[in-house]
């Protein structure tokens, strides 16, 4: 067993030791909860219009995209007709939603402000995670056994595909350069392509570990944080070398991820009913600072760094009544 494997098992036993605290407090502070009545089911994806304070979340089985307003914490409108929405995009200019479909494989275009519905493409099936790539203005939609489909955000063009091995969960785009991270948790694989060319580079694998769901990029630090929930770690890996850097264990069922580059810290949602919030602050290291309670698989998230807000997705079960948990990170 080499000293990575070992040091992975060794963390993974003592996972069950208390947390030290943040220094100065908490670094979640509950500001708020955003009742979602009515809504049944899991919930997936959120994104956010932050310049009009707009919270946009992915019903899935309640086949619904439930628009939230966040200055008066309410919901102003539900939007029907989806089948299993999962992934969600926003683009500015023009201002545009899009809603990828899991049941049929297509993903909508909607009109940021009316929320008409303006173009369906349809892919092979299974229709996932959205990313929007604001400076070349488009969108990147996972899909069926492995693609990354990419749109014209202003026309809602279908432009090509980047086929992958598997498929694709969470992915991630490079602000400084082409290439996007993609997880392949069925290969239990990071698959790096290249915007420019539409072609997987390089495949990296991730060790002992699988099932390999969330994803969070920090760019300036070249890192790729990969969370997997076999066993619920998060591995650091070098962007450049595509080395293995740090890993550390996290409670189970992690789902969601984000990295907070002003606080160097992640910020990882646990279906088990947490959030963990790792100090990131070493480059070759992370350390648990705080393990906050949510509740039983409230695993989807948004982190938005311009309101400074995390929000977490809790969905109906037994008493427990579906809402948007609203964290503030300035701590």
């Excluded at 770690?233 to 996290?250: K, N």
């Excluded at 991820?257 to 602050?281: I, K, N, P, Q, W």
């Excluded at 995390?310 to 579906?322: D, E, G, K, N, T």
Aim: proline letters at 5%.
């Amino acid at each position: 067993m080499n000293r990575t494997v070992l040091w992975l098992a060794l963390s993974l036993l003592c996972c069950g030791m208390s947390v030290p605290r943040a220094r100065g407090g908490k670094p979640l502070r509950l500001i708020q909860s955003i009742p979602l009545a009515g809504v049944e089911g899991r919930i997936d994806h959120m994104v956010a219009d932050s310049r009009r304070e707009r919270l946009f979340v992915a019903a899935l089985g309640n086949g619904t995209v439930e628009v939230l307003d966040l200055r008066s914490a309410s919901r102003i409108r539900s939007l029907q007709g989806f089948r299993e929405p999962q992934g969600l995009g926003f683009a500015e200019s023009p201002l545009r939603l899009f809603v990828s479909n899991g049941g049929d494989g297509t993903c909508d275009m909607l009109d940021g402000a009316t929320f008409q519905r303006l173009r369906t493409l349809r892919f092979t099936r299974d229709a996932d995670n959205v990313r929007y790539d604001a400076t070349a203005n488009r969108i990147y939609v996972g899909y069926g056994g492995g693609a990354l489909g990419i749109i014209d955000a202003q026309t809602g063009d279908s432009l090509s595909s980047i086929p992958l091995s598997g498929h694709p969960e969470s992915f991630q785009l490079e602000k400084d350069g082409s290439r996007i991270f993609v997880n392949l948790p069925d290969i239990s694989q990071v698959a790096v392509a290249d915007r420019a060319n539409g072609r997987v580079t390089t495949v990296w694998k991730i060790g002992p570990n699988r099932a390999n769901y969330p994803m969070a990029l920090d760019d300036a630090g070249h890192r790729l944080f990969v969370g997997c929930r076999n066993p619920a770690t998060v591995i650091v890996l070098d962007t450049q070398s595509g080395q293995h850097l740090a890993a550390a264990p996290v409670d189970g069922d992690p789902d969601d991820m984000f990295y907070d580059r002003s606080r160097r810290r992640l910020y990882v949602t646990c279906g088990a009913g947490f959030v963990d919030v790792l100090d990131a602050e070493r480059s070759d290291g992370l350390n648990m600072i705080a393990r906050m309670p949510t509740a039983n698989g409230a695993r989807t998230a948004l982190f938005v760094p311009e309101l400074q807000r995390l929000f977490v997705a809790v969905p109906h079960r037994a008493s427990q009544r579906s809402e948007i948990r609203v964290f503030d990170v300035a701590q």
